[in-house]
């Protein structure tokens, strides 16, 4: 296995870019649906979506670090894409005119149904969040010379996850919550999130590792454009 630029995979889609692309878009759709659900753990309280959103940025750091930062944000923005266009959906299912025989419309928009101001919050969380943590991965690789990859995740993460959560909550409960419970949420969960990816280090290191070898490449992001808008590696 040796280095590889970006340019030299602009045309490559392998099964296996593929397949982590899929399961980071199904995560992040599968996120924002069970986000509505309240849970408690051990007297913690979280959402139910804190317990499988951060799996998002595990695989942000996989795409970054295996196929490079140009790679991850094309997946970055097909996630963007595909939950828009889940949330269309479900918007448009929620105005269709129910069935008479079907009585489940307030159901189904107490699950389902989101304020515009909690979707524009997860939005913008979204694409600040992934962005912050692959740039900052992608350049801590190049600085580090590709050793400590437990630092660049857990390092990209305490960033990444900083700006998902104060935007996210910030943006979505700003004046309906007093600003010291406000505050302490944000806390609570960046602790839980970065928590989360440190104790999956192992696991991140084993796909990492599987991935190079598999693929056969280990892409150093020396020349890359990082702007969330490049259209060229």
């Not at 280095?3 to 340019?7: C, K, N, Q």
């Given at each position: 296995?040796t280095?590889?630029?970006?340019?030299a995979?602009?045309?490559?889609?392998?099964?296996?870019?593929?397949?982590?692309?899929?399961?980071?878009?199904?995560?992040?759709?599968i996120?924002?649906?069970i986000?509505?659900?309240?849970?408690?753990?051990?007297?913690?309280?979280?959402?139910a979506?804190?317990?499988?959103?951060p799996?998002?940025?595990?695989?942000?750091?996989?795409l970054?670090?295996?196929?490079?930062?140009?790679?991850?944000?094309?997946?970055i923005?097909?996630?963007f894409?595909?939950?828009?266009?889940?949330v269309a959906?479900?918007?448009?299912?929620?105005?269709?005119?129910?069935?008479?025989?079907?009585?489940?419309?307030?159901?189904?928009?107490a699950?389902?149904?989101?304020?515009?101001?909690?979707?524009?919050?997860?939005?913008?969380?979204?694409?600040?969040?992934?962005?912050?943590?692959?740039?900052?991965?992608?350049?801590?690789?190049?600085?580090?010379?590709?050793?400590?990859?437990?630092?660049?995740?857990?390092?990209?993460?305490?960033?990444?996850?900083?700006?998902?959560?104060?935007?996210?909550?910030?943006?979505?409960?700003?004046?309906?919550w007093?600003?010291?419970?406000?505050?302490?949420?944000?806390l609570?969960?960046?602790?839980?999130k970065?928590?989360?990816?440190t104790?999956?280090?192992p696991?991140?290191?084993?796909?990492?590792?599987?991935?190079?070898?598999?693929?056969?490449?280990d892409?150093?992001?020396?020349?890359?454009?990082?702007?969330?808008?490049?259209?060229?590696e």
């Open positions: 296995m280095a590889t630029s970006p340019g995979l602009s045309n490559r889609h392998s099964t296996l870019f593929v397949v982590v692309v899929a399961l980071f878009v199904t995560d992040l759709i996120s924002n649906v986000a509505v659900k309240a849970i408690n753990i051990f007297g913690y309280s979280l959402q979506a804190d317990l499988i959103f799996i998002t940025y595990i695989l942000g750091d996989v970054t670090e295996v196929y490079g930062y140009a790679r991850a944000r094309r997946a923005w097909i996630g894409g595909c939950n828009l266009f889940a959906a479900i918007t448009l299912g929620q105005a269709l005119p129910s069935d008479p025989s079907w009585g489940d419309q307030a159901a189904y928009e699950i389902l149904g989101s304020q515009s101001r909690i979707l524009a919050a997860s939005f913008a969380a979204y694409l600040v969040g992934e962005f912050v943590n692959s740039y900052i991965l992608a350049k801590m690789k190049v600085w580090t010379k590709g050793r400590f990859l437990w630092a660049r995740t857990i390092g990209s993460t305490l960033f990444g996850q900083g700006c998902d959560t104060a935007i996210f909550l910030t943006i979505a409960f700003y004046g309906d007093p600003n010291e419970l406000l505050a302490a949420v944000i609570n969960q960046w602790l839980f970065v928590g989360y990816e104790l999956a280090t696991f991140t290191y084993l796909i990492v590792n599987k991935l190079k070898r598999a693929e056969g490449i892409v150093y992001d020396t020349n890359t454009h990082f702007s969330p808008f490049a259209v060229r």
